[in-house]
């Protein structure tokens, strides 16, 4: 244990003062904080070159003062305070817990496999070579990238090769670089779906580009209105669309490969939850129409869990090198190579096929508790994913009922979290992953009653 | 396991021939790749929910026309090809291993304390909460931030709490959303350090905004020249500057925050390496003096290692919620609470001892090796970090000696690769930190050797 600071015999004061000033400093302008702990006596004397008598006297001065606690045999620590802060800190946004948590598209964490992502993690660090401890390439470990082409070419029909896969910190960030990569060859307007996610269009805007909104309908996106939007790429989410749950329909699939074909515009494919579908076949992936106009954007948050900020994209060849000359060094480096592990083994497959099951009860338990407490609202979206979509009475105000669910610690989103425009019937997006079967019930039945007071409010 | 293909009654050809077609094609077009394990024939067929032998027959087939191989008792896979590609992807630029690594600024990842870390991350694995395990909070884990606030009060005099620390990729990632912010906020102009790093001006450059550079000189950054640069922001390495190893004297340290104060510009201080210094004594961090216009930013990749990925900037109150509003969801939340472990246990400080006294000895076999083997170069920036700068005779061309060097399997940096615009005396930034002392001893003895002939030939 180091502490940073010098004393000197041709400066004013002791050593002893000295030191004590320093420390006294420090404390007050908040470069030491209550509770850290100091260097022991024998410790200070060292690193300082001073006898350690000098250190035991300037010790018990700031014990006495307060700045220091000091026990025989314990580590010596800065007080409990109160100091005064050297500058004010706005504090960070509080996220209130909830009684219900119904928020879309978050797995349920309480099931993370901790224990099989403990045996890859340690088995990737007995095994990380030199190279892949230091930069490495930037694109990621090459193992995750082989068996992520793998993976993906077997799942859901993309073409990839490990050349081609950049590993990312998750969606967005993988979106972050691959907008300014577009920028940066004059790329100027990017298209998203509407209804659709904003963090989107937030990364989109802070690259420099223009995000226009291209509607959708029950067939997906409205691929002639996008014709129309001059955009040099579109975002969109085929296989399952977000928060809607259509999928993109095969004429509106071919019209959108002819149109990139045309117009030489790239889609980047959102492939949140491809993972989870429970009455319909499985939608393969947009990219292996055409690997050369689509990026594949995928990540574990659906499926695994959020924490581990593991993603992928991967990218047309002509793609490959302007994402990497823009790129900085990568992410966290030993959880690819366990993810690497984690696929190899199986876990993963295993891990879906045991939350599959979870979820579809889950999701079961919620159409049966909306049809019997929330009879006159309109269930879609039930077929895959993790969260259903209720489409509420035209006169119910939507804003409303979620103000009023979310005082009473019900966390929801609703149609108008997706459609800033508005336009669309009052609809909430309830998410059905995160709670029990029987908290999902006595969360439909408490919020069933909130609308009902709601709508007779607006009656009213 | 699952193989993402459908069959039907409906469509033409039968079962099986539909199933091979499927696989054929996904071998074809590159989405199943040579030696792709695929679902066994019982496994496949439940899936499809068609009879085993459907399958069976399919697998036999395309196990004669080559694609499949089956064994019994094995999982069946895709043979080894070849197979023609979909599209051809370009070759990742290949890093050439060198028989001497000279580079600068990278550690000896082969001392990385595996067990330590392996220890952390497990009981990170089991102690991480359901908050933490989902999207938690964007600017990392409480429990690194806190640590790490106490770390560099401690160590490097910041002035630090959580609520301003925001856990990144590394250094070019922070460096990154710093300036997507400050050019969201209207910035144009950014100051970096010549000579310097050029990573740094290109994120500055691709987040929109402009690169200045401005002379150092044996005193550090040139304060005088700063204030006429008219820049929204400077980014520099006061400890130790990158690659000189001048330190930023005190006069312009004191000019620098005056100058901040009085324009409200904004430094970005580079901390990269301050960890290793030897002759001598530490230099607190810019930041103290001034954390209302000092953005910290530090990192593990010259103390443990490059592959984790794991840094953090320190911000000033009025940037935390336009960075906050500017990011994605942040980078591997296991990682960061393994370290929050790896610094209360005091293993970095642990490390960081035996590492200095290895390192120590390395920079004195080199210093030593040059004065033997090169006794015209003039060696500076001995007294910290992981490398020296070596100063060559005027008449030496520095770019032929590096590609001799190179072609000699010598790896290493030159001051043109850190100012481009030229100007400077010939001079090599060796690297001191990867070698073991007889491998740095006859790494400088053939570089001496190749400089010789060098400026043999520039001299006839």
């Known amino acids: ?54 250190v035991v006297d300037a010790y018990a001065q700031l014990a006495a003062e307060g700045y220091l606690v000091t026990r025989q045999g314990a580590q010596p620590r800065i007080a409990a305070g109160p100091f005064p802060d050297a500058v004010a800190t706005p504090p960070a946004v509080a996220v209130a817990p909830g009684r219900f948590d119904f928020r879309p598209a978050r797995p349920d964490v309480s099931s993370f496999p901790r224990a099989a992502w403990a045996r890859c993690l340690r088995d990737a660090i007995g095994e990380i070579n030199i190279d892949d401890l230091g930069y490495g ?44 990569t577009l920028a940066a060859r004059g790329a100027r307007r990017i298209a998203c779906e509407d209804p659709g996610g904003t963090d989107e269009a937030r990364i989109v805007t802070r690259s420099g580009l223009a995000a226009v909104r291209v509607p959708i309908d029950d067939l997906g996106l409205r691929v002639d209105l996008l014709a129309a939007a001059k955009a040099d790429a579109v975002i969109l989410t085929p296989a399952h669309q977000h928060p809607t749950g259509v999928v993109l329909a095969p004429e509106r699939r071919t019209a959108l490969i002819a149109l990139l074909r045309a117009t030489g515009m790239f889609a980047i494919e959102d492939d949140y939850d491809a993972e989870y579908r429970y009455d319909r ?23 695994l869990a959020p924490a581990l900020r593991l993603g992928w994209m991967v990218l047309p060849p002509s793609l490959v090198e302007p994402v ?9 480096r030993i959880e690819q190579l366990a993810f690497a592990h984690f696929l190899r083994r199986g876990e993963l497959d295993r891990h879906l096929r045991r939350m599959r099951i979870r979820y579809r009860r889950r999701r079961d338990a919620m159409i049966a508790a909306l049809a019997e407490s929330l009879p006159s609202g309109r269930v879609c979206g039930i077929a895959a994913g993790l969260h259903v979509t209720v489409e509420l009475p035209a006169d119910v105000d939507e804003a409303a009922v979620a103000a009023a669910a979310r005082a ?33 019930r006595a969360g439909v039945r408490e919020l069933a009653a909130i609308i009902r007071v709601t709508a007779g409010g607006n009656a009213a």
């Open 1 to 54: 244990m180091e502490l940073l600071l010098s004393v000197s015999k041709d400066r004013p004061g002791t050593l002893s003062a000295q030191i004590q000033r320093r420390i006294r400093d420090a404390v007050r302008d908040g470069s030491l904080r209550a509770g850290s702990p100091v260097p022991s006596t024998r410790d200070l004397a060292g690193q300082l070159g001073v006898s350690r008598k000098v």
């Open 137 to 180: 390439d930037a694109f990621g470990v090459d193992t995750m990238r082989d068996g992520l082409a793998d993976h993906l070419g077997r799942a859901r029909g993309v073409v990839a090769d490990r050349d081609r896969i950049v590993v990312t910190n998750g969606y967005l960030h993988g979106l972050g670089l691959l907008c300014r």
């Open 281 to 303: 076949p499985a939608v393969g992936a947009l990219q292996g129409l055409d690997p050369a106009h689509v990026v594949y954007a995928g990540t574990v948050s659906k499926v």
């Open 324 to 332: 990497r000359s823009d790129h900085d060094h990568g992410g966290a």
């Open 408 to 440: 009473r610690g019900i966390a929801l989103a609703t149609m108008g979290d997706y459609a800033p425009g508005g336009g669309r019937p009052p609809t909430l997006i309830l998410g059905y992953s995160q709670m029990s079967e029987s908290r999902l």
